[in-house]
């Protein structure tokens, strides 16, 4: 299939094209629909078949499960069994860039949960998305639309590029707002454990639950996809992590992406102002960077606060660093 017949895919989020969408999503195909965070793909998440879809048009890893995306509240419990600091953590953060992994009532397939216990749940911010699973009548099982490895796509260009050929549609809702995943949590004991920093902060998290430390008793309750090589642009990425320049020598032909001025010598750099600009630019520019000629990126790690924490994580992935 040639760029021009994967256009076609392109849909404007038009009441028709939404309502084409979930008979897709129903009949047990993939659409890819914009969220806040990033693109995902998405299916049936009660249908087997339309799962092992997913996992095919992604390379993904079976063991690596995926988020049940739905309207509100009630509708998670359908899934899953709500605790207080989950319905705390709901009521505060949903619809938001907020995934929370809760014991499985079992009425999910198990390919879906990759055979886990639990099951991870989110309601994202993002009218488009909300309307189709309104629409399909079901939860819809999405990973990132995102060959598996490669950076996530924030606008349907990027799905078209990596999985044009294995999508249904591709609903196209602009760049997505926020640019990085949800933060995703186990609520399911006393504490809340980070699994994946994102577009809810530790900080924010804080307010409204007992959080665990990082690196507190936390191995048990590693997220499976953490695993695996994540977010990596074609071309080598270097990071720079402290006041020095040195990394800048013999890099070869680089290119740049961060908040910080890089000293002269590059071949392309992407520069942004604030911590929320570089979250939403990220992978966007990672995917730009590595057309650029350079034959490695480097890339600017900010601070830990707010959403530097899930910025550093893509950041570490994308280097190899995990
Ligand atoms: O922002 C997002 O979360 C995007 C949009 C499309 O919603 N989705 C996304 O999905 O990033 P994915 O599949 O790329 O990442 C899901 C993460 C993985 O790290 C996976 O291991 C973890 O959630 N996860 C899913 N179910 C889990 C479970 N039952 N227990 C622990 N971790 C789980
Ligand atoms: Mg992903």
Redesign the pocket.
């Known amino acids: 299939m040639n760029k021009g017949e994967k256009n076609q895919k392109i849909f404007a989020p038009t009441d028709e094209a939404i309502l084409r969408a979930a008979e897709i999503i129903k009949n047990g195909g993939l659409v890819a629909f914009p969220?806040e965070?990033?693109?995902?793909l998405g299916a049936n998440a009660l249908d087997e078949a339309a799962i092992q879809k997913i996992f095919a048009a992604k390379g993904r890893p079976a063991d690596?499960?995926?988020?049940l995306?739905v309207t509100d509240i009630s509708e998670a419990s359908l899934y899953a069994v709500l605790n207080d600091a989950a319905v705390s953590l709901m009521e505060r953060f949903w619809p938001g860039?907020l995934?929370i992994?809760l014991n499985s009532l079992g009425n999910v397939p198990l390919s879906a949960?990759a055979g886990?216990e639990?099951?991870?749940l989110?309601s994202?911010m993002n009218d488009i998305a909300l309307r189709l699973i309104r629409m399909s009548g079901r939860p819809i099982a999405?990973?990132?639309a995102n060959r598996s490895g490669r950076p996530?796509p924030t606008t349907a260009e990027a799905v078209r590029d990596d999985l044009g050929d294995d999508v249904d549609m591709i609903l196209d809702g602009g760049h997505a707002r926020i640019g990085v995943?949800?933060t995703?949590v186990?609520a399911t004991g006393e504490k809340i454990y980070i699994?994946?920093p994102?577009g809810v902060t530790r900080e924010m998290l804080e307010t409204v639950a007992e959080v665990a430390d990082s690196g507190e008793d936390s191995a048990p309750r590693r997220?499976?996809?953490?695993r695996h090589r994540h977010y990596a642009p074609s071309i080598e990425v270097r990071l720079w992590e402290n006041e020095r320049h040195d990394i800048f020598q013999n890099a070869g032909r680089w290119c740049y992406v961060g908040m910080r001025t890089p000293p002269d010598g590059y071949v392309k750099k992407i520069t942004f102002d604030t911590l929320e600009d570089y979250a939403r630019g990220l992978f966007a520019a990672l995917r730009d960077l590595e057309n650029s000629g350079a034959s490695a990126i480097i890339a600017d790690l900010p601070d830990k606060t707010g959403l530097g924490e899930a910025i550093r994580n893509r950041l570490f992935h994308a280097a190899g660093k995990v």
């Open positions: 969220t965070t990033v693109y995902g690596n499960p995926l988020i995306h860039p995934t992994v949960r886990l639990t099951v991870a989110r994202p999405a990973p990132s996530s995943e949800s995703v186990d699994l994946r994102g997220s499976p996809g953490t």
